[in-house]
């Protein structure tokens, strides 16, 4: 299991039910990944980390609300309520989550001017997180990953990872989706025509 890693994407309070973002269901995956930490030999977490007044918020331009979209520098950006800000309750990992035997957190969004979706790579997709760097130096060749939401930093962590060379498993009765107009069936899509496994 030398070369496999399990990756859990975001299992945050601001996305289980209660929170600023939260997807339904998000905390029953709790549970799930869990055992799945339990089985991995390498398990790495990310966190989402924005300053408070994120570009990517609602609330940072006038006259929009959540998850309407606008253009960014980098492309189309749907903009989101107030969530995960650095140091927040809503950022904090949930309180069941077994998070201790993780080798490495990655925090990401962090940059005020740029949303990050993936665990590899920024939305401009040329920023990169590090991550892939660090798992290419542990010997980890395939990735399993784990959380929320299945549509959106899961499933662009999924595309970014084949990219980068990995084998890729998404495990869906870990994860959890927003589904923001037909984004779950166009994801699910998207990760199977890249050779993504769904299992």
Known sequence: MAGQALIVIDLQNDFCPGGALAVAGGDEIVPP??????DAEHVV??????????????????????????????????????????????????SGLAWTKAELVIRKGFRPAIDSYSAFFENDHATPTGLAGYLRERGISAITL???ATDF??????????????????????CRGIDLGGSMETMLGRMRDAGVTLA
């Open 33 to 38: 990944v869990n055992a799945m930490i339990r």
């Open 153 to 174: 930093c899961v499933a662009y962590s999924a595309l970014d990872a084949v990219k980068q060379g990995f084998a890729v498993t998404v495990r869906l009765d870990a």
């Open 45 to 94: 977490l990310t966190q989402d980390w924005h300053p408070a007044g994120h570009s990517s918020f609602a609330s940072s331009h006038a006259g929009k609300e959540p998850f309407q979209t606008v253009t960014m520098p980098y492309g189309e950006q749907t903009l989101w309520p107030d969530h995960c800000i650095q140091g927040s309750t809503g950022a904090d990992f949930h």
């Open 146 to 148: 784990a959380g929320l």
